[in-house]
């Protein structure tokens, strides 16, 4: 299994601005995942992150918008940047130790 | 097109009243189908993985089954603390570890 962290776990954003979301897991992993969860919704996944490469986005995000980093085998990072209503949301980070994925607690992100 | 579909989308039950949570899916190349309890305000915890049709798992109160088209959560005398959202999840195709998700069935069981 794995365990992972992610902080902020909440935060309150004005519009425009961009926020950095952290996920740290407490074993080295390969591949490394970012959702997001709208609200009374299902998972909707942003992208891979893979650490030595760049991360890999599904339809519908852009790396302008939500740029991601791996600069490790524990660790990734997601930026929302320039920020709407719209993005308020939870976001979810997830790690995939051996077949199984596992899930941080969530960033839940409220902008005004 | 890829999909899975759970229900029902909500569901009330009496304590100890058992039922079944159904999860649908319409992929090419099943490699899992993944089942996950999730918490408000918390991220999905893992509950089961199922490989091929006929295999099941259990845990405590809760087991799961798998045919070629679809999976199913069953809930033996539910507890109060099993009230959740259930989540499935299929993972297919090629070589990345990408799920595909349901939206869920929202259980609630009443004492």
């Known amino acids: 299994s794995a365990v992972i962290s992610q902080k902020p776990s909440r935060d309150i954003c004005q519009r425009g601005t961009s926020l950095t979301i952290q996920c740290q897991v407490d074993?080295?992993?390969?591949?490394m995942f970012w959702y997001r969860q709208q609200p009374g919704q299902s998972l909707t996944l942003i992208a891979t992150?893979?650490?030595?490469?760049?991360?890999?986005?599904e339809s519908g995000f852009v790396i302008d918008k939500f740029p991601i980093s791996r600069p490790n085998l524990t660790f990734s990072t997601l930026t929302v940047s320039n920020m709407s209503p719209e993005d308020s949301s939870i976001y979810l980070c997830?790690?995939?130790?051996?077949?199984?994925?596992?899930f941080g607690p969530g960033t839940r992100l409220l902008v005004l | 097109e890829d999909q899975v579909t759970q229900s029902p989308e909500a569901l009330r039950l009496q304590e100890g009243e058992s039922s079944s949570l159904n999860c649908s899916y319409t992929?090419?190349?099943?490699?899992?189908l993944f089942w996950y309890r999730q918490d408000p305000g918390k991220g999905p915890e893992f509950l089961f993985t199922l490989y091929s049709a006929g295999e099941e798992k259990e845990k405590e109160r809760l087991k799961a089954t798998l045919t070629k088209k679809e999976s199913f959560l069953h809930i033996t005398a539910p507890k109060p603390e099993d009230s959740a959202t259930y989540l499935c999840a299929v993972r297919y195709g090629g070589a990345t570890n990408k799920l595909i998700f349901g939206t869920g069935t929202l259980l609630a069981v009443q004492p």
């Open positions: 992929v090419s190349g099943l490699r899992g």
């Open positions: 992150a893979n650490q030595g490469s760049e991360a890999t986005y």
């Open positions: 997830s790690a995939t130790p051996q077949e199984t994925q596992y």
């Open positions: 074993s080295q992993v390969t591949m």
